[in-house]
């Protein structure tokens, strides 16, 4: 297929279109850099397989040809990157979002929308099935992200009803593994960034708060079934395995042989309680589920943070 992805600069979107020129498709990728890293993208030259435009997804998309995918993975998608770009945060999940599913209508293409857990806002069901409508705080700090990919996720289904286009929605629950930025300000990169450089693992509030971390390879086996399965509603994926961001610290710690201490800080504002992802749609419907242990994707990640450190 000729595929075109937005955002594929970043640390997913990049994994994926490593495993999408694996398969042989034709790649042209689209990203502004806000956060995205063209090294990431370092061992494709530009030409017959893969082109890469440096482009808001907000401006008007050119691409001469037949397209046969769009995947729409363009985002700031950390606390620390979204209260950075408030405003393009809203853009690129409201006038990208719009722009990226036009561009799949002209093309007669399918689209596929990287939405996120972050639509569940702070749950009050746990864990989290697609049919739950979340708990989101609009005018919040965090509103700027979780709204934008709520308004996302509405317009994807409206293109879908209103101009039958074969569309997919994946509600992306916490994901790390190696190419994951030292600033990213998502607990494991900064807990794995502070251990290796000595200094104190930042913990907010008691550190009773729980993820579920699921490693990059999983994620990317999950989007490519996805792309190719007729669903076309909202699909979690995720590690449904819960943990508590203290013990992922005291984790981190006992792996990097640190001898770092854990400094706290007060919880930021709506920053969630509960973070777990049902995936029994994903089980039944793709087939899938995740297989790396938490074990083997830090020991990957850390590799990869100390060899990056180095350079």
Same mark, same amino acid.
């Given at each position: 297929m000729r595929i075109f992805i937005t955002g594929g600069a970043g640390f997913i979107g990049s994994h994926l279109?490593? *495993?999408?020129?694996?398969?042989?498709?034709?790649?042209?990728?689209?990203?502004?850099?806000?956060? &995205?890293?063209?090294?990431? =993208?370092?061992? %494709?030259?530009?030409? *017959?397989?893969?082109?890469?435009?440096?482009?808001?997804? !907000?401006?008007?998309?050119?691409?001469?040809? #037949?397209?046969?995918?769009?995947?729409? %993975?363009?985002? #700031?998608? $950390?606390?620390? @990157?979204? /209260? !950075?770009?408030?405003? #393009?945060? /809203?853009?690129?999940? $409201?006038? &990208?979002?719009?722009?990226?599913? &036009?561009?799949?209508?002209?093309?007669?293409?399918? %689209? =596929? =929308?990287? $939405?996120? $857990?972050?639509?569940?806002?702070?749950? /009050?069901?746990? #864990?989290?099935?697609?049919?739950?409508?979340?708990?989101?705080?609009?005018?919040?700090? +965090?509103?700027?992200? @979780?709204?934008?990919? +709520?308004f996302a996720e509405a317009i994807t289904l409206a293109y879908h009803r209103s101009h039958a286009i074969d569309t997919k929605i994946a509600r992306i629950f916490n994901t790390y593994g190696p190419r994951m930025r030292k600033e990213d300000g998502r607990a494991v990169p900064n807990f794995i960034n502070q251990t290796l450089k000595g200094e104190p693992l930042t913990v907010y509030g008691d550190g009773r708060q729980t993820r579920s971390f699921c490693f990059i390879s999983d994620l990317i086996e999950g989007l490519i079934r996805l792309m190719e399965s007729p669903l076309d509603e909202p699909v979690n994926l995720g590690n449904p395995e819960e943990m508590t961001i203290l013990e992922l610290a005291q984790k981190v710690i006992q792996m990097t042989q640190s001898k770092s201490k854990v400094e706290w800080k007060p919880l930021p504002t709506d920053d969630p309680k509960q973070r777990r992802p049902d995936i029994s749609k994903a089980k039944k419907s793709l087939n899938w589920q995740p297989v790396v242990p938490l074990d083997e994707g830090l020991r990957l990640t850390i590799e990869d943070f100390r060899k990056r450190m180095k350079e």
């Open positions: 279109i490593d *495993r999408l020129m694996e398969k042989g498709h034709e790649v042209i990728c689209m990203d502004n850099l806000i956060t &995205g890293n063209l090294g990431n =993208l370092s061992r %494709f030259q530009s030409g *017959r397989r893969f082109v890469f435009l440096q482009q808001d997804v !907000t401006k008007p998309i050119e691409v001469e040809g #037949p397209i046969d995918y769009v995947l729409h %993975f363009a985002s #700031p998608a $950390s606390p620390v @990157d979204y /209260l !950075t770009y408030p405003i #393009p945060t /809203l853009k690129v999940g $409201s006038l &990208g979002t719009h722009n990226a599913l &036009g561009f799949a209508k002209a093309k007669q293409a399918k %689209f =596929l =929308l990287a $939405s996120t $857990s972050e639509v569940y806002g702070d749950p /009050l069901v746990s #864990p989290q099935p697609e049919s739950y409508w979340g708990n989101v705080n609009p005018i919040g700090p +965090r509103g700027v992200y @979780d709204e934008a990919k +709520r």
